[in-house]
């Protein structure tokens, strides 16, 4: 506020300065006090006149006290006194309580954004600290959970191996035949293995025998007759022997037929399967495709040896 006061002050001074018919005052006469009073009245005389005092370090010019004598003799017109500062006095600016109250309130602000750098700092090294912290916890969590599914795939594979051990499995083998056959009804004998400590439920089954002209039969759908088992398969009674009687198309085969079978014309071929359930709730099957295969050299006696070889694809002959 003091400082536009002064402004303000500089500012009307040099206006009344620059106004016309005011001559400059002369230097090296600096003004400490101005008091101007003017009176104007209808008589031209001089006690009804006002007058001007000007208090100054020195005495007035000659020329300035001439021209005051003769405006004071003259008795028409006003006062046309100008007067000019040349220097402004000296100004002394005291400090009061509000520029105090300022100054202590910009050390507050000052103080307050330290505070404030301070504890961000001190909450980014916490962040950082818990960054730190989530990252181990992460990376010991990855571990514990890789650990974890390797403990599960372990358990699960000894479970498999437990099942595996202990549930049913069945094996089907089919008995050599006496070759060569003699004519009239043919019986092909096979057995059932049971291998495991549980039971098997059979479900439903087939064996069947067919004379073919190919060694490598087409896919048949008809699967008919069944075995001649039991529903229940235990550890008790772990072999089942069962018979096909006949060979389809023919119930009894004709001295021809066999002959055509020695010459490698015609095949016999032996098929068919097991579905059961272990103990455990599952579904197994078992299924078997052979033909009967004669070897080209013949004994002494004239005969040959013969055997039971797979045929099919992988699936023909599995067990699950």
Same mark, same amino acid.
């Given at each position: 506020?003091?400082?536009?006061?002064?402004?303000?002050?500089?500012?009307?001074?040099?206006?009344?300065?620059?106004?016309?018919?005011?001559?400059?005052?002369?230097?090296?006469?600096?003004?400490?006090?101005?008091?101007?009073?003017?009176?104007?009245?209808?008589?031209?005389?001089?006690?009804? =006149?006002?007058?001007?005092?000007?208090? %100054?370090?020195?005495?007035?010019?000659?020329?300035?006290?001439?021209?005051?004598?003769?405006?004071?003799?003259?008795?028409?017109?006003?006062?046309?006194?100008?007067?000019?500062?040349?220097?402004?006095?000296?100004?002394?600016?005291?400090?009061?309580?509000?520029?105090?109250?300022?100054?202590?309130?910009?050390?507050?602000?000052?103080?307050?954004?330290?505070?404030?750098?301070?504890?961000?700092?001190?909450?980014?090294?916490?962040?950082?600290? %818990?960054?730190?912290?989530?990252?181990?916890?992460?990376?010991?969590?990855?571990?514990?959970?890789?650990?974890?599914?390797?403990?599960?795939?372990?358990?699960? %594979?000894?479970?498999?191996?437990?099942?595996?051990?202990? =549930?049913?499995?069945?094996?089907?083998?089919?008995?050599?035949?006496?070759?060569?056959?003699?004519?009239?009804?043919?019986?092909?004998?096979?057995?059932?293995?049971?291998?495991?400590?549980?039971?098997?439920?059979?479900?439903?089954?087939?064996?069947?025998?067919?004379?073919?002209?190919?060694?490598?039969?087409?896919?048949?759908?008809?699967?008919?007759?069944?075995?001649?088992?039991?529903?229940?398969?235990?550890?008790?009674?772990?072999?089942?022997?069962?018979?096909?009687?006949?060979?389809?198309?023919?119930?009894?085969?004709?001295?021809?037929?066999?002959?055509?079978?020695?010459?490698?014309?015609?095949?016999?071929?032996?098929?068919?399967?097991?579905?059961?359930?272990?103990?455990?709730?599952?579904?197994?099957?078992?299924?078997?495709?052979?033909?009967?295969?004669?070897?080209?050299?013949?004994?002494?006696?004239?005969? =040959?040896?013969?055997?039971?070889?797979?045929?099919?694809?992988?699936?023909?002959?599995?067990?699950?």
């Amino acid at each position: 506020m003091k400082l536009l006061a002064f402004a303000l002050l500089s500012f009307a001074l040099q206006v009344c300065s620059a106004s016309p018919g005011k001559a400059p005052a002369a230097p090296g006469d600096p003004v400490q006090k101005i008091v101007a009073t003017y009176g104007a009245q209808d008589s031209g005389t001089g006690a009804d =006149r006002g007058e001007t005092l000007v208090a %100054q370090s020195s005495a007035p010019s000659l020329d300035s006290t001439s021209k005051s004598q003769g405006t004071s003799g003259n008795g028409a017109g006003g006062p046309t006194q100008s007067v000019k500062v040349s220097e402004l006095p000296p100004l002394s600016i005291t400090k009061d309580w509000s520029d105090r109250a300022y100054w202590l309130f910009t050390f507050f602000l000052v103080a307050v954004g330290g505070l404030q750098v301070f504890l961000l700092w001190g909450n980014l090294r916490a962040i950082k600290r %818990q960054a730190n912290q989530m990252e181990r916890q992460t990376g010991i969590l990855e571990k514990s959970v890789a650990l974890a599914e390797k403990n599960a795939e372990t358990a699960r %594979q000894n479970i498999e191996m437990f099942i595996s051990r202990e =549930r049913a499995h069945l094996r089907v083998d089919l008995m050599p035949l006496e070759w060569p056959l003699p004519p009239g009804p043919a019986k092909l004998k096979y057995k059932i293995a049971l291998h495991g400590a549980t039971e098997a439920y059979i479900m439903t089954s087939c064996a069947r025998a067919e004379l073919m002209d190919s060694l490598e039969p087409p896919d048949d759908a008809k699967w008919w007759p069944a075995m001649s088992i039991p529903q229940v398969i235990s550890p008790s009674n772990r072999v089942v022997e069962g018979a096909v009687e006949g060979i389809f198309p023919k119930m009894s085969l004709e001295q021809a037929d066999i002959e055509a079978i020695d010459a490698g014309k015609k095949f016999i071929h032996f098929r068919g399967f097991i579905r059961y359930e272990d103990v455990f709730g599952t579904e197994r099957s078992t299924r078997f495709r052979r033909v009967w295969e004669l070897s080209s050299a013949r004994n002494p006696d004239g005969t =040959r040896s013969a055997h039971w070889g797979k045929r099919g694809s992988p699936k023909d002959n599995s067990e699950t």
